[in-house]
């Protein structure tokens, strides 16, 4: 009976069963299976709920949706052009930041690609931009951010790593830091990669005028990272005290200052940001009861130790790992991380990989698989965004897949890029 409610489970994932019930349903099957009293599942849920630093997320992911409702990326985008539109390529690295700044709040690749595609893409071709790559650009910008304070992804691997217990203990302010490095070094390689194909094209003349207007406009967002980022680096805000003052400025900004977002609009804003939020919980309550399981189970203990009788250096593994990640990085992205971060976090402790390192690999690869073909998620985004066929997009981001696929393995494999700046690294 275990083996047909398991094959069952399968089955309702293939035809598009919520992820929360597959994974709900699984927990229960082994649980049940281990004759585990069931009500350990709503016990999880109860402890998810005493973890403080969780309510970081329905507050930024609020403060991204405002965001995207508002004006702020035709002003970010006007003012990028200003002050970069100089430099041959100059608008495609305005791109670049732009998006990584939006998937950096809103936590959703997606929303990146509909709120700020309608804006970039027709301005990249009337620039002059190949379309190709204009489309390649929009794609492949949508992911990028995940690295940056106060990315989701980044919340919820030390979230779930606090609670496996393995390896050194550390914070998610750790996880802000660390991140920053690697995702520097991913926008800056595609940036260089922008100019140095776009060279031919004629340069945006510098206006201080138009930049000072730029700047005046853009004046009460500008604050908005130096508040985050520089709060929380400098530790005179615990991430979830940046959360609440980030929510409570952006709400001031865009409903008071600038009046882009009417009063009646906001239930309709909170309304969506939560309905990401409330899934992202759900998910993350039934996989943390999978995940005492996995313990109880001793599982991770039986995987090392497998793929130890095989793989026995450290940087084997990690390729491997590399490997592994992609494909898993085609699928949802949260789905991965609550998933099979229980599973592989342990064993990369075991063969002597720091957690923080690990969990930038992870993301870092989300990152790259929102858009690796096949089945990118970004891909069938951009298609039905732009009106192109999926294939017509694959061709585009390939230079740009290459590009980050060296970038992955420069951060895999040189750990002090992801460590420099952490309580480990100084």
């Known amino acids: 009976m275990t083996v047909v409610a398991g094959l069952l489970l399968v089955l309702f994932a293939l035809l598009g069963a919520p992820l929360?019930?597959?994974?709900?349903?699984?927990?229960?099957?082994a649980f049940y299976q281990a004759d585990t009293d069931l009500a350990v599942i709503a016990a999880e849920f109860y402890r998810l709920a005493e973890m403080p630093m969780l309510v970081a997320i329905p507050l930024f992911t609020f403060a991204g949706y405002l965001l995207s409702e508002s004006q702020a990326p035709v002003r970010l985008v006007k003012l990028s052009q200003a002050l970069l539109g100089w430099l041959p390529g100059g608008l495609a690295v305005v791109a670049l930041v732009t998006c990584a700044f939006?998937?950096?709040?809103?936590?959703?690749?997606?929303?990146?690609?509909v709120a700020l595609g309608a804006l970039l893409y027709p301005a990249l071709v009337q620039a002059g931009y190949p379309e190709r790559f204009s489309l390649g650009l929009i794609t492949t910008s949508g992911s990028l951010g995940m690295l940056f304070a106060p990315a989701v992804p980044l919340i919820l691997y030390a979230v779930i790593a606090q609670q496996l217990n393995?390896?050194?203990?550390f914070t998610i302010d750790e996880m802000f830091v660390a991140g920053l490095l690697p995702g520097l070094l991913m926008l800056s390689l595609l940036a260089a990669w922008s100019l140095w194909t776009n060279r031919h094209l004629p340069r945006h003349p510098v206006s201080w005028h138009e930049a000072g207007a730029?700047?005046?406009a853009a004046r009460w967002e500008l604050p908005l990272p130096f508040i985050v980022m520089g709060g929380i680096y400098s530790g005179y805000f615990a991430v979830s005290e940046a959360a609440a003052v980030t929510a409570l400025y952006v709400l001031i900004v865009e409903v008071v200052l600038y009046r882009e977002i009417p009063l009646r609009q906001l239930p309709r804003i909170m309304r969506d940001a939560m309905v990401l939020v409330g899934a992202l919980l759900i998910i993350l309550g039934v996989s943390l009861a999978l995940t005492n399981y996995f313990i109880d189970a001793d599982l991770p203990a039986r995987i090392f130790a497998t793929v130890n009788h095989y793989v026995s250096d450290p940087l084997t593994f990690l390729l491997l790992l590399n490997l592994l990640l992609l494909g898993l990085g085609i699928l949802h992205d949260i789905s991965a991380l609550v998933i099979v971060v229980p599973l592989l976090l342990?064993?990369?402790?075991?063969?002597?990989?720091?957690?923080?390192?690990?969990?930038?690999?992870?993301?870092?690869n989300m990152q790259i698989g929102y858009f690796f073909p096949p089945l990118g998620l970004n891909l069938f985004i951009a298609s039905y965004r732009f009106k192109k066929p999926v294939m017509e997009l694959v061709r585009a981001t390939l230079p740009f897949l290459v590009i980050l696929l060296g970038s992955v393995l420069i951060i895999t494999y040189w750990p002090a890029l992801s460590l420099a700046l952490t309580d480990k690294g100084s």
């Open 20 to 29: 929360f019930a597959v994974i709900a349903g699984g927990a229960l099957l």
């Open 102 to 113: 939006f998937t950096a709040f809103t936590g959703a690749s997606g929303v990146t690609i």
């Open 166 to 169: 393995v390896g050194r203990s």
């Open 214 to 216: 730029a700047l005046h």
């Open 346 to 364: 342990p064993v990369a402790v075991a063969y002597g990989i720091d957690p923080v390192h690990f969990g930038i690999i992870f993301i870092a």
